[in-house]
């Protein structure tokens, strides 16, 4: 139980260290910002010559870089209100489907005697035609013991968890090819969202069996979207990448080492900005394994990123996607695409919030599962034990 008084004498006391923060990083900020404007005005050239022979410079720039003529590429529609700015979207978006991905999971309870877990995938598809076709679906994989690594008797092992969301991550993945193959070569093209990063460097924490996987399978997804010709579109609400910064750094520029991207460009843009397309060079350890050993494909440096203001309030959101989609033209139409569907979803892509609430598992989707689990072993003559911690749970949630 959280005791309000104590959290607050506790806030009170680091009043001073959180104001000193604020400080450091308006200072810090002002400085890098400037540079970045500086940035903005030289040629893709020679920020190229200054970048040569820099492994990992953090970014590299694109054409975008000289014909934006600045550090932002400005939205030239404007509306009056909301009303407007819905009836734009939906004339960016009749015949244009758009599908989006999310998944869920229940983990295994220790306060029962045979370990399962759930996993669910959520997918919306919205063809936006007269009439509203669309589709929303799930898919359920139940994991007994033996895929939560439990052997008889015995108890989970070790890194349970990195499985559950490795397995969910790839089902998540596997529906997205899936449906990109599915339709290859449409004209025009369904534009794919994915909840998240194209670039698996969260992974770089996990082991490495683990982290391979994730690598393995993003890239798969980025090289099924060059294959097939649909836009892919990674998108980032909340983005702590510094690919930016660490760029002007390279270049020479004073940008401190914790200043992200995002807050960065926050105040040079306004809704329905972003900026030009660079492509992603970080120092990553998982982006350094992205070639495919069978066709020796390399996609090292074939994902690219921009900034995105889609709320007026926030610091703008960040998109990632394959570069085949800025060398074949095709960036700004799909852009327009991921703004339209941010004005549905006031602020959010509305594939992605549809996605997610269908996959979505509550706690009470939690309790009928076990409760669904219990009478499924009852009708096995599986002898589950629950154990009293549990039952406790479930009467005082009742």
């Not at 996990?206 to 892919?232: K, W």
């Not at 914790?258 to 329905?272: E, F, K, T």
Request: charged share 25%; glycine share 8%.
């Amino acid at each position: 139980m959280l005791v309000r008084e104590r959290v607050i004498q506790a806030l009170e006391q680091q009043a001073g260290s959180f104001r000193g923060y604020q400080l450091a990083q308006h200072r810090d900020l002002d400085q890098c910002r400037q540079f970045l404007l500086e940035i903005a005005g030289w040629p893709a050239r020679r920020l190229a010559d200054t970048l040569a022979g820099m492994p990992a410079p953090g970014a590299l720039p694109t054409a975008e870089h000289d014909a934006a003529g600045g550090a932002v590429i400005p939205f030239r529609a404007q509306w009056k209100n909301h009303e407007q700015a819905r009836q734009w979207a939906m004339q960016v978006l009749m015949g244009r489907t758009t599908f989006a991905v999310d998944g869920s999971h229940i983990p295994p309870q220790r306060t029962m005697s045979i370990p399962v877990a759930l996993i669910q995938i959520g997918w919306y598809e919205n063809r936006h035609q007269p009439g509203g076709a669309y589709e929303k679906d799930v898919m359920v994989e139940v994991l007994p013991p033996a895929e939560l690594g439990a052997g008889a008797g015995a108890d989970l092992e070790q890194g349970w968890d990195e499985r559950i969301s490795l397995r969910r991550y790839v089902r998540e993945v596997e529906r997205v090819i899936a449906y990109m193959q599915a339709h290859a070569g449409e004209d025009p093209p369904p534009v794919v969202f994915f909840d998240g990063s194209l670039i698996a460097s969260f992974a770089g924490r996990l082991s490495l069996e683990v982290q391979n996987a994730y690598a393995s399978h993003t890239m798969r997804m980025v090289m099924a979207s060059e294959d097939t010709g649909v836009p892919l579109i990674g998108y980032i609400d909340t983005s702590y990448a510094r690919d930016m910064v660490e760029m002007l750094r390279a270049a020479g520029g004073a940008c401190a080492g914790h200043l992200s991207d995002p807050i960065l460009y926050a105040p040079l843009m306004r809704w329905g900005d972003r900026t030009p397309a660079y492509i992603c060079a970080r120092d990553d350890v998982v982006l350094s394994s992205y070639v495919d050993e069978s066709s020796g494909r390399d996609f090292r440096r074939r994902i690219c990123f921009t900034y995105l203001k889609t709320t007026a309030d926030h610091p703008p959101a960040r998109i990632e996607f394959p570069l085949w989609l800025l060398e074949a033209g095709r960036l700004d139409e799909v852009l327009d695409i991921v703004r339209a569907e941010t004005v549905v979803g006031n602020g959010y892509p509305y594939p992605l919030e549809t996605a997610d609430a269908v996959a979505v598992l509550t706690m009470e989707d939690r309790e009928r599962f076990y409760e669904l689990f219990r009478q499924f072993a009852q009708r096995h003559d599986l002898p589950l034990r629950v154990s009293r911690k549990l039952l406790s749970k479930q009467q005082r949630r009742v």
